[in-house]
């Protein structure tokens, strides 16, 4: 059996025998180190020994390991590795493990120890022979998983008696350093991102897309492999099975994309499925005349969307001055820090500090029409960073491939309430402050704050 000791940073050791079935004898051991999240809903030893025994397995089979997953674990699933951009240039190809398999390597004495869990984890796992492959580190690949039966397709954390065939595939991109380094998911949830990848494909570079995917991260999951940060590693080690609170958006559609897949759905059908499990995150906007809600667009605009909330949970846009407002056009914050207001009511205020600017997402199909939410920035279409507007009015003519402004201004959230106090904003007398502009509220209007609801 596992044996389990404490380390001495509080987190958990164990060690898993292994024993070869054509002998009986004990092949060593292997030790593992995890650290536990004090927020799961699993028992926790139940969760520690399946990741464990994971970990242990990746450890034994050594670089170029996925895992391919659904519901649950899907074991016979052909697994193939290609360039992202050739996807039917395959440079390799590999089989995910069934519980016979299974049996077979570790035997049935050792397979039986196991909790139910940790073999439900083992079936699915795959390895590439990443030599023969001739990965690129820093080029992007796609791997794609096509078939085989989910084992547990009711999400129950353990092997059922009736596994159901896929009869669909499923992908994860990757670049080729990540695949050599393994222990990565092939799931719906990087399915779901693999998808919103596609349209974009032919106008973006491997460095944008790149800066997508961590985009996207952002969007989907917390900190899944406890790093100290979010980023798309974290959607590379996220299984279904273990890690669902991690997830930022809805369980129930990602379990949507997950049964169309297994059913074989088309891909118009993934792609919808893929955009509801972006989704988009409401934020409240208080102003000191009311709130206005905004929904984003995840799915569309994901570096801006996940840009803006970035700053929304650093509370960047709490306590800042409306800055520009013009009636019938927009009124756009995110410049001035609202300091207070002396006894005669003069208000004082500061510049915010700028920050790292961002992709102009603006070819994203979205138009800056009355009630959506876009980027400020100079005239470097890539130079936007924490200032929106919200447009007033229809302001076609600010989209992308408009003859006055052909890069356009990205779009990355709409108005769902509260458009009624947008318009008392955009109708505020306004002023003329130097260094500032000429469309500045002269009472000062307030944005109090901004939270994710």
């Known amino acids: 059996m596992p044996k389990i000791e404490l380390d001495n940073v509080g987190g958990l050791a164990v060690r898993l025998p292994f024993r070869p079935r054509d002998n009986g004898d004990e092949l060593g051991s292997v030790v593992t180190f995890v650290t536990i999240n004090s927020d799961s809903k ?45 996807p039917d240039l395959i440079l390799g190809t590999a089989t995910s493990l069934r519980p016979a398999e299974l049996i077979d390597l570790f035997g049935d004495e050792t397979w039986a120890e196991w909790p139910s869990l940790a073999r439900m984890l083992f079936v699915g796992i795959t390895q590439f ?110 299984n279904r099975s273990l890690d669902s609170d991690f997830l930022l958006g809805s369980v129930p559609a990602v379990d949507a994309l997950s049964d169309a897949i297994t059913a074989g759905q088309p891909t118009d059908i993934l792609a919808e499925l893929a955009s509801d499990v972006l989704g988009g995150h409401q934020v409240e906007l208080l102003f000191d005349n009311g709130q206005v809600v905004v929904e984003t667009y995840n799915w569309e605009s994901p570096v801006t969307a996940a840009n803006f909330l970035e700053y929304v949970r650093d509370q960047f846009y709490d306590q800042v001055l409306v800055h520009r407002a013009i009636n019938d056009f927009m009124v756009q914050v995110g410049l001035l820090s609202y300091d207070g207001a002396n006894e005669s009511g003069q208000i004082s205020y500061s510049l915010k500090p700028s ?70 904003i955009a109708a505020e007398p306004t002023v003329s402050v130097s260094g500032i502009g000429s469309d500045v509220p002269a009472r000062g209007v307030v944005l109090e704050s901004a939270k994710i609801l």
């Open 355 to 424: 920050g790292t600017p961002i992709i102009n997402e603006s070819n994203n199909g979205l138009s800056n029409v009355r009630g959506a939410l876009a980027m400020a920035r100079t005239s470097d279409p890539n130079s936007a960073s924490t200032q929106f507007f919200i447009n007033q009015a229809n302001n076609q003519f600010l989209d992308f491939g408009s003859s006055g402004n052909p890069d356009g201004y990205a779009v990355f959230a709409r108005v769902l309430s509260g458009l009624s106090v947008v318009d008392e």
């Open 129 to 238: 022979k990443v030599a023969q492959l001739d990965l690129d580190p820093d080029s992007l690949y796609v791997v794609t998983a096509t078939g085989g039966d989910d084992y547990d397709p009711d999400s129950r954390l353990a092997l059922s008696e009736n596994p159901v065939g896929v009869q669909g595939n499923w992908h994860v991109i990757a670049t080729g350093q990540r695949i050599i380094d393994g222990n990565l998911k092939v799931s719906a949830l990087t399915e779901s991102i693999y998808r919103q990848q596609l349209p974009i494909l032919a106008t973006q570079t491997d460095i944008q897309v790149q800066s997508r995917l961590e985009a996207a991260a952002k969007l989907l999951v917390a900190d899944v492999d406890n790093s100290g940060s979010v980023d798309y590693d974290d959607v590379l080690r996220w």
């Open 42 to 86: 699993i028992p926790i030893m139940l969760k520690f020994l399946a990741k464990a025994s994971s970990c242990f397995f990746a450890s034994l089979v050594l670089t170029g390991c996925f895992h391919t997953q659904l519901n649950g674990s899907v074991g016979g699933a052909s697994v193939t590795v290609a360039t992202l951009r050739s």
